[in-house]
């Protein structure tokens, strides 16, 4: 049996000795604690020379891999001299810790979908203790902050940028050591305050928290009584005591960067020995390189930990948001006080806050998917009214978007979605889509899926066409602007569901094309093509108006008493005036979406609580999946997209809330109202 000796400067109290299996040898580890005493750590070096097959020394803080700072004490020099010289090899855990951070880094990002550290927002409460860490996560994600100055320096001034801890590492941080700023500052008591609020705040938006073995406590002890449910904490050889601590915390993933190879939980320094005696790794000078290559040989899968859900996971999203009108502003506090007290003021608050910067509505959290995974967002508001984007050139509009994308980038959100935008600027979210500093999506493929399931619902409900063969609806549907990206999707859609579809566009040769398609999928649908949508009006039985063109051939006075209008066109066709002309016709505007989960936290976006627009929820549905990418490009709508966000939304719970009309949700009794009303023009 080979024996392993550990020298910790850790407490006398915490020493063992075990007997265990690796790499199908038997070890003998013992943990001799010396309580900071070099000296002592000295003697006991000396008295196992010889005596055991490896020595480890733990507890000695690593050099930093930034700046000059190295390892300055002189005592603890002459200690690894002392190592040196002993005919017994002996290992600090250095060369395993640092792989070991590099490695559990990688290993999760890639093995959890490649994307779980993107954007994170990360605190450091030692960058320099942890800058290979710091260097890889830096890769995934800029949103990094460092308390170093705060915690060893009590200087009011956190850290966000590889760059400034790397400054800090090379000019600042020796220099505060000598004279340390912190104590000669008159008010300590407000620096101190002060150095509290910002670690508090820090900790607040961080979702990653990194906390170095050494010191653990007195780290932790910065942010007591402080909210860390949710948070990801990453530490290094996390004992049975230290994960009894978080778990009561509320933390809810915690990664521990030292491999598990044996039971109980040991350090970097007693892995490193157990490898290095089980493989037989030399003393001398390539002693680090053989080491290396026996690391790569083992399987070092960080451990992962997760107190309270198995494999928890909570991806992030944005939704960007614009107020469709006036009253819509009202939404924000201190325009409702400001419109209180001075309602004509309305008007130039309008204009002002056109040109205000980007800035969060609304945070959302208590998403849930069925299949277990969470999601968190932000709505980000840029404040411009329809009305003032058409009074803007595009490129105002677009600037708007593209800080906005910033900013959701900065609060961690690894997908932002676009709300639906006005005619004039559909490429305005293709140009974003391009340049934009994180994954865009307009939404446009659930909303055209969601519209169609709205639309068929309003006809079941209705109840005034019959099935054939109990499945294909016997009526007829037109869509106006049937070649457009929606429309040509709302066509295809439609021919699965209904016996007769007539496609509308003022392109001939473009119908013909969609024709052929349709034809080939749907071989017994009764299609027709026309440039005239007036001339069918009379015999509809649902419409769907995917043009803002339509205006001029479409009259609501014309159409049949109960015949389903759809209307997905921003700004709308049909105004609440017109709408209130024909009682007996049901004109919505589209599907609201219910959201899994059962405690939804968001503010009010004009819809019941827990429910969000279609556009909204595809973000949300792609966050679900971890699918961080441009899913639907601009105005482009593609069929096979649609029927793929259709039934991913399915899996993750998503279901139809409500029929949306133009003042909003339609209730039951509102869309029996409208039965009542067509029946009777009928004669029925």
Known sequence: MKKIINISLGPESEDYQIETEFSGQMFSIQRFGTSEDLSKAEDLLLKWNKRADVICISGIKYPSTMGTQGITHKKTRELLELCERLHTVVTTGETLYRVGQEWSIRNIQFALGNNYFTNANVLFFSGLSNSTLAQVMSEYTDNLMFADPVIENNL???????????????????????????????????????????????????NVLVIPHKGFYEYLDECMGQDLDGKIVITNTAYDDRVDLLTQLGVEVIIDTTPQLIKPVVGDAVIEALMIAAMNVSKGKEMKDDLLEVISEQRLDPRIIYPFEPDKRVNRFAYLIHPLH??????????????????????????????????????????????????????????????????HPPEFTTAKIMKAAEKAKRLGAQVMGIAMLPKGMHGTSLEVGKHAALPITTGNSYTASTALWAAADAVRQMGLTKLKNGKILKANAMVIGATGDVGAICSRLLATAFESVYIVSRNMAKLLTLQEIIQKEKPKVKLHVTTRADRHLDDMDVIVIASAGAKKSIDIMRVKPGCVITDITRPMIFSQKDVAKRPDVLVITGGEIRLPGEAIEMKDINLPHGVAYAGLA????????????????GSNTEWEKVKEIYKLGIKHGMKLSSISGVDGPLSNEDIARVKAQALLKRGE
Request: aromatic share 8%; no cysteine; proline share 5%.
């Open 326 to 391: 006036q009253k819509h502003l009202k939404k924000v506090k201190a325009i409702e006080m400001i419109a209180s007290f001075a309602p004509q003021s309305m008007g130039v608050m309008e204009k002002l806050m056109a040109y205000s910067p980007p800035f969060v509505y609304s945070k959302i959290r208590g998403i849930k998917s069925p299949t277990g995974v969470e999601a968190e967002g932000w709505l980000i508001s840029i404040g411009e009214t329809i009305d003032e984007m058409q009074n």
């Open 156 to 206: 009011p001034k956190l850290l966000s940028s590889m760059k400034e801890l790397g400054f800090y590492a090379d000019k600042v941080h020796h220099f505060l050591k000598k004279i340390p700023l912190g104590k000669m500052i008159p008010s300590r008591t407000k620096i101190k305050s002060l150095n509290t609020y910002q670690l508090k705040q820090a900790v607040k938006k961080a």
């Open 618 to 633: 595809e973000t949300i549905i792609l966050a679900l999946e971890g699918r961080f990418e441009d899913f639907t490009k």
